[in-house]
């Protein structure tokens, strides 16, 4: 079955080359949202098998957007892997306290990315 993946990045040239990967990689169908706002929307509408969340966003940033997701009754069981940056111990600490699914640290290797979220997400 083909999997539904939403990216939610500000960055357009890391969400266009991300939405790349997948599509080639795995054949994925793949949304992407460039705003917390925009993709908490299109996770209600769509229900995508997972979302792909960047962690540092203008205006809203990336754990508030996943508590977004978590406070709604339709999108709370949505698996969310963090894009981020920051590998800082104490910041991974923090991401592990917090349900997400992963964590997959920038900069990510594109030819890899897909598998690396198939493997979070257990898929074979």
């Given at each position: ?7 939610i990045?500000?960055?357009p ?9 997948l ?45 977004q ?16 940056a ?6 991974q600490?923090?991401f ?27 898929i074979?």
């Amino acid at each position: 079955m083909t999997k539904h993946i939403l990216i939610i990045e500000d960055e357009p040239d890391i969400r266009e080359a991300t939405q790349l990967c997948l599509e080639v990689a795995k054949g994925w169908k793949v949304s992407t949202a460039c705003s917390s706002q925009e993709g908490v929307e299109k996770a209600v509408a769509e229900h995508p098998d997972a979302v792909l969340l960047d962690v540092m966003m203008p205006d809203v940033d990336g754990l508030a957007t996943f508590a977004q997701l978590q406070a709604h009754p339709s999108t709370q069981h949505i698996p969310v892997i963090l894009l981020t940056a920051k590998a800082q111990p104490d910041e991974q600490r923090r991401f592990a306290q917090l349900k997400v699914a992963g964590v997959i640290t920038k900069p990510y290797d594109p030819l890899t990315l897909a598998d690396q979220i198939a493997e979070v997400l257990e898929i074979r």
